[in-house]
C-alpha cells in the first residue's frame, strides 16, 4: 500500500510565512506528479500547484508569485513553501502524488494525503 503524509500546517499572521511537507512511502515503483490541492470551509477542493518527474511545476494564477513547490525525488518528498499567506489562503491543504506501485506496475493511481490545516490570521 501507498501513504502519503503532510506535515508543516499551522496558524500564521497575515504575510508570513509556512512550508508544507509530504512523503510518499509505501510499495512504489514510480511517481510522476505530485502536487498540493485545498479546500476553505464552505468550498470545493481546489488545485494549488504541481511538480513532474522532471520538475517541471505548474501553480495557480492566485499562488504563482507566492508559493513555491519543489520536490526530492530520492526521498518521494514534495513541498510547498508558501509565502506572503493571505486569511484567504486558510485551507486544509492535501498532497496528491500519481503513483505506479509495484503489484500494478501498470496502473497509475492518484493517492492523497490526509490534509493538514493552514490558518492565515489577519
Known amino acids: 500500500q501507498v501513504q502519503l503524509v503532510e506535515s508543516g500546517g499551522g496558524l500564521v499572521q497575515a504575510g508570513g510565512s509556512l512550508r508544507l511537507s509530504c512523503a510518499a512511502s509505501g510499495s512504489i515503483l514510480r511517481i510522476i506528479t505530485m502536487g498540493w490541492y485545498r479546500q476553505a470551509p464552505g468550498k470545493e477542493r481546489e488545485w494549488v500547484a504541481d511538480?513532474?518527474?522532471?520538475?517541471?511545476?505548474n501553480g495557480a494564477a492566485s499562488v504563482k508569485d507566492r508559493f513555491t513547490i519543489s520536490r526530492d525525488n530520492a526521498r518521494n518528498t514534495v513541498f510547498l513553501q508558501m509565502n506572503s499567506l493571505k486569511p484567504e489562503d486558510t485551507a486544509v491543504y492535501y498532497c496528491?502524488?500519481?503513483?505506479?506501485?509495484?503489484?500494478?506496475?501498470?496502473?497509475?493511481?492518484?493517492?492523497w494525503g490526509q490534509g493538514t490545516q493552514v490558518t492565515v490570521s489577519s
Open positions: 496528491s502524488a500519481e503513483i505506479v506501485t509495484v503489484q500494478n506496475r501498470g496502473v497509475i493511481v492518484r493517492y
Open positions: 511538480i513532474s518527474s522532471t520538475l517541471r511545476t
